[in-house]
């Protein structure tokens, strides 16, 4: 059967929505969160497609890479690994078509609640304080963070749960690199005196499979791989993690997804943008056996009506599956308009301070990374302090700007 829609435009409409206003004093930590692409597919019998995905500054998709689709059927896009928003816009577009929510073109429902994760960009131990605490007055119960070379993820962790409840979650991404012998220490101590760490995810590099193994064995807490780096069966057959992050276009992700399911093995979905991409990542975790995981989107980062639709809700830690037709997603246009006249952040002026145990303060360019100043592995100094001088206007702003630029990394005299 020949399904007569065909499809006759594709948007590509750049997006800058303005950030929440608790990032008005870290606009350099969260650089480059406000770029994202939305897609507007329309086919010839008037229906609209929405998709959106965040990009990086720089990378937002140019028009001339949907134009092989003008004049297609978008049923023959079902399951490829185009660009997510891409993707989200053809399924939300066959959806409507059909009267039918987008996950009954993916798979069976098996469940209509989704866990989701809280997200912030890598923050001072205050800062993930009160992130925190937004968080858990946004019903979320998990939050995940990247950790870094400039913050100490002990101190992060103790002033997490000063305020956290029982019960509630930190998920840490280790960043993959790090050796065994710095990252199975570190673990050790967080699952022996933090229990609010419920997540570690990439804690070594990707190609040291033994030493995933070995560190698998010897913690409890659950270990997640970001991707499949081996094709998804090996590390299925390895027992490389506990969990594996399903990314990089809808086909792989249901494909790899269905997978790990006949293994019994849990999956969870990092699919980052707005409220339609939290929408299109839930209804790919909504067919997947055992993503009984949380989904990680970034659709909490904005500003109140900086976005083409309503936040989905977050009730004890999950969200809805949304049911109407497609992703099941009112779109305001006038919105669309308005973020698409938004210009993108640019970085303030700044110097980057790090305060070393010892006693010594470096300045730099931006934040220091204490990996490149001492050779040591990210996370295995203790009681380092970052923080970011902007300019203030002053002569010593000025002194010190001025020789970062020209030296880099130095020590204060």
Partial sequence: MEFPMRIKDIKVIPIYPKLADRYQHRQIDLYGIDHRTIFRVEADNGLVGYGDQRVQPGGQPNQSSVDPLIGRNPFDYINQNLATGLSGAL????????????????????????????WTRPASPEDFREEILRAVGEGYT???????????????????????????????DLNSNRSLASALPLIK?????????????????????DGWRKLRDQVDLPVIMHGTPLGGIQELLQGIADIYMLESGVGNMLTTGFAFGKGNIQTLI?????????????????????HTAHTINLDD?????EDVAPLIPVIAGSSTVPQGPGLGIDVDEDALAHLATNQPIEKPKHVGILHMPGGHTFYGRSYISVTDLTGRE?????????????????????QVYRRAQKEGTFRAN
């Fill in 270 to 290: 990092q699919l980052t943008g707005g409220t339609l991409t939290k929408a299109f990542a839930l209804h790919m975790a909504a067919v997947l056996p055992t």
């Fill in 91 to 118: 399924y939300d577009l066959m959806g409507k078509y059909l009267e039918i929510p987008a996950y009954k073109l993916m798979g069976q429902k098996v469940r209509d609640q989704i866990p989701v994760a809280a």
């Fill in 378 to 398: 990210e996370g295995t100094i203790r009681g380092i302090k970052s923080e970011l001088w902007l300019d203030d206007g002053t002569k010593e702003f000025d």
């Fill in 142 to 172: 998990i939050f995940k963070m990247h950790t870094c070379t400039y913050h100490d993820i002990i101190e992060q962790t103790r002033l997490a749960e000063e305020v956290a409840p029982e019960g509630f979650q930190i998920h840490y």
């Fill in 301 to 305: 980062q904005y500003a109140e009506g």
């Fill in 189 to 209: 101590q967080m699952e022996r005196d933090h229990p609010i760490i419920g997540y570690i995810e990439d804690p070594l590099i990707k190609n040291d499979i």
